[in-house]
Structures are given as C-alpha cells and as structure tokens.
C-alpha cells in the first residue's frame, strides 16, 4: 500500500492528498508535525535528504517532489486518468506541474514573511526560532527563512514571490477563459496541483491578489473547493479556528502587502 508520510496543513502535502482522493487510492498515513520538527529526524531525512513534505514510499520505491508524486500516482492505473493523452495537452499540464517549484517557492514567502512570521515572533524567543531553523538540513531554506523572519514583507525574497505569483496568475487567467479548468473542458492533473497553493493565499486572507485583475483564479479556487477530494484532502486537516485566526492576521498585514504588490504591478 501507498504511504504517505504528510503535514497536516502543508500546502504541498494537501497536493498530493487531493491527489489521492481524485484517483481513489487507499494509503497509510505517516503525519509529520513540521512545527515540532519532525521533518529533521535522522529516520525521515533517510527518505527526504532536505528534510520536507511530502514523501510517498510504495515498497522499496521512495518518492519526493510533490508533483512526481501526483504523475506517479496517475500511472498506476486506478481511478480516472488526469494526464491528458493528447501529447499538446500532456505537455500544457507538464508545464503546470514545473511551475509548482516557483508557485511553492513564493507561497512559502508569501506565508513566512506574513502570517507565519507573526505566529512565530509572536509564540517562540528568538533563540528557540534560530534553534529550529538551524536544524533545517537546506542551507539555502535556512537563509531564506531566517531573512523571511527578520525583514518581513521588506524581504527580497518578496519581490521574487511577486513575479511567480503575477506569472503564475496572468497565466491562469488567459487558461481559464477558454474553458473551466487549467487544460480546458476537462479536470486534470494540473489543477491537482495548483488547488493547495491558491488555497493557502486565500485562507491567509490574500484573495486581493487575484479579486480584481484575474478574476477567473478565484472562480476555479471556488470550482475546485467543490470537488469531494477538496474536503479529504485539504478541509479534514485544516480547522476552521486556524484558518480564521490566519484570516485576522492577514487582514491586519494586507494593506501593507496590497500596497506592495499594486506598487510591483506598475513598474
Ligand atoms: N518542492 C517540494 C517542496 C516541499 C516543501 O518545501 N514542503 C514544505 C511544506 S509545504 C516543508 O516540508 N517544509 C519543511 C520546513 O519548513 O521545515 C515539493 O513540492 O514536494
């Protein structure tokens, strides 16, 4: 059986349940709690040398990279088939799974330098926050999330969120307005992937970055809520009081981050 060793509410680990639940794949769960750790223990770096979620082990198989593991799991011949056959649209939904690197990098800014870093001046001393930080095996996440905390939104890592981000929704907008879904008619493996990352901007209160100018990503978040492998893999692990508590939060850094971002837009 598929095992899945996940974060509860790791954009990249909801991925690949959502994953899970459009091809109706049974697993075995393996939670990993990111804020105590757990991700550093020797055992788990064994299976994910950079010490992150998710990682899906099939046997002797081990799987990293949230995107492959959606391709794999496509290609083990259960439930309805997501990548297209068409080799034009195989390639389109391609395309979409390369970006998720760039989409994740920015998402994590985009948590880190806002909510995420208030939660955490707010609850840990500085020494416990560098503590944690340095037992993260990836120097380059060490300095990247050291800056996060320390700069905020004044980060230059923001910039770089800014231009993923624009790219990733100038993108979706034009897709979106030939038909319903990434690819068009059809639901598929590129809208799996893309759900948990625009889901997080929204439940931190940043719908402002696509309400107005690309309309369409906030009517496929909505059309994508309503799918069943939405509730299994993204509201079973997210409480509602968490995602109030980073909606109030967020609501007190968007003017700031709003007017950042039109500032980006213009230039
Ligand atoms: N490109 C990787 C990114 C994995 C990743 O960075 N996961 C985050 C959670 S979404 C994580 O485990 N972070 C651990 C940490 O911050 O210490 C993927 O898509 O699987």
Not at 25 to 34: C, E, F, G, M, T
Not at 107 to 124: C, E, H, K, P, Y
Not at 164 to 176: I, P, S
């Amino acid at each position: 059986m598929l095992e899945l060793y996940h974060g509860a509410t790791s954009v990249c680990s909801s991925k690949v349940r959502i994953g899970l639940g459009e091809k109706g794949l049974d697993w075995k769960s393996h939670p990993i709690n990111l804020a105590k750790g757990e991700q550093n223990t020797p055992d788990y770096l064994l299976l994910n040398p950079k010490g992150v979620v998710p990682t899906v082990v099939d046997g002797d198989l081990v799987v990293v990279e949230s995107s492959v593991i959606l391709e794999y799991f496509d290609s083990l011949g259960t439930g309805p088939r997501l990548m297209p056959e068409d080799p034009r649209d195989c390639a389109r939904a391609r395309v979409w799974l390369a970006r998720c690197i760039d989409v994740h990098a920015a998402i994590n800014t985009m948590t880190f330098s806002t909510v995420g870093r208030s939660r955490i001046l707010a609850s840990v001393t500085p020494e416990g926050s560098d503590a944690s930080i340095q037992r993260m095996p990836n120097p380059a996440a060490r300095t990247k999330r050291r800056d996060l905390l320390k700069n905020g939104l004044e980060s230059l890592y923001v910039a770089d969120a800014f231009f993923a981000l624009r790219t990733l929704f100038d993108e979706m907008q034009k897709a979106l307005e030939r038909g319903p879904w990434l690819l068009g008619e059809d639901y598929s493996l590129a809208d799996t992937a893309l759900i948990s990352y625009v889901d997080r901007l929204d439940r931190l209160g940043f719908s402002g970055l696509w309400d107005s100018r690309t309309p369409q990503v906030g009517r496929w978040l909505t059309a994508s809520r309503a799918r069943p492998s939405y509730q299994e893999g993204v509201s079973d692990y997210a409480g509602d009081a968490d995602t109030d508590s980073m909606r109030a939060v967020g609501a007190m850094i968007w003017p700031d981050l709003q007017q950042k971002w039109e500032r980006f837009l213009s230039l």
